[in-house]
């Protein structure tokens, strides 16, 4: 640090507590943007408060004697802090040795605490580290995949970049050009340079091949969550919580580039993980490993390993390293790097959203193109091609506008049905669809039907109107249903 570097030191703990004028605010972070030693210091304060923080507003009541007295003599601190921020950090951090003496006494005291309340062998709870990771606004690490579907392997490597406000970047930095399977999907396809960007703040996703020049984009309309796509770029706080909801074990200490780390592992084939949604298209697991390392000083993760087989013969192995946390982030970067003369193939794509009036409008756009109702909501896509004959060739004479229009109109017959039964069965609804037994002309008969949480039934009938009714007038109409 340089002079005015000791002089921005004060500044910096105010900006911890929030105490700063706007003026004074904007004046350090345009300060923080250009010392690295500033910043560094700036974090670590700032994550440690945090940490002792979480430590003690989650702290479980039923603990020992020794454990309570540790936690109020913090809890004392912390309730005294909060009345009264300006008296306590103008007096901690008076100056530099007592600023980082105090940042030390707070990582011991958290140390000490955690491993106290955990009271477990392992020393880790996940918990801990997703905890620990929500606290950091920006990160990046490598990701390694390789890819086996019938004897053919395609291998790349990519590197991905988190921001808790903008969102994640994914840029294939290696690919092995032997290996790609080439007349594949898209997805199995990689070319050094494609770039990724999954935006919350615009619910978008967009696809970028530079190779191709071109481009496809998905905005995702209403209340969407763009959540679950983050398990695909294997984002650590996703596949944590993937992991905390599957059966899982703790498997030791080990070291990893110099690093003490402790494993945690699940075989449990319920495991969801990433490999860009390939596991929902390729079947259900057969096999699953999947190891997570730990570092155990920080709390972070050090590396992932996973490896998935499904039954209909996908190999997916990924590895995830050389994680680097608390990385600064700049908004640029998160800016799709699209130019002018690159086409998208299918114009954007808008996904509407998962609900009762977008299924109908859906489900009559399907009816008036085929003659009758999807079968099978899952394969509505594979029903309206062979009966329509549609081909996507017929794209390349419309404008960007009819790509959209039309891509749309598909998203609302092949996506939004089926998305929408998927979320009422995963929120115990007890969905029932009778596509295959009932057509467009049928009178008074249930096309979909789902139960409410007072109790009653909304049913979508054949003419594609609405109601709610009982549970005994429920049992009359699927009674009356062809058999």
Known sequence: MNSDCEKMKDQIAD?????LSEAQEQKLRQ?????????????????????????VEKTDADMTRRQERLLQAIDRSYQSRKKQPLLMWRTIMKGSIVKLTAAAIVVIACVIGLSLWRGTQSGIALADVLTRIENITGYSYQLSSAMTRQEVTSKWTSHVSVSKEHGIKMTITAADPNSSIQDQHRHYRHEVGDETYLLPQQKSLVFVRHKAKIYDRYIYEGDHKLERYKEEYNEPRIIIKQILSCKHTSIGQSVIDETTVEGFQTTDIAYEGGFFGQTELEGKHETVDVKLWVDVNTFLPVRLEEDIVTKKGLHMHEVSYDFRWNVIIDAEDFEPNIPEEY??????????SYNEQNTIQGLKLFAAAVGS?????KSANREFVLKTGFNFSSYKDMSDEERTRKTSELGLMFVVPYA???SLAEQNKEPAYYGEIVKPGDVDKVLLRWKLDDGQYRVIYSDLHAETVSPERLAELEAALPK
């Open 343 to 352: 086409r998208t193939p299918r114009g954007d794509i808008v996904i509407a």
């Open 420 to 422: 929408f039964y998927k």
């Open 15 to 19: 900006l911890v507590t929030g105490i």
């Open 31 to 55: 300060h923080l943007t250009e010392y690295v030693a500033c910043r560094d210091y700036a974090n670590a304060l700032k994550n440690e408060d945090a940490l002792l923080t979480e430590f």
């Open 373 to 377: 109702y999807p079968v099978n909501l």
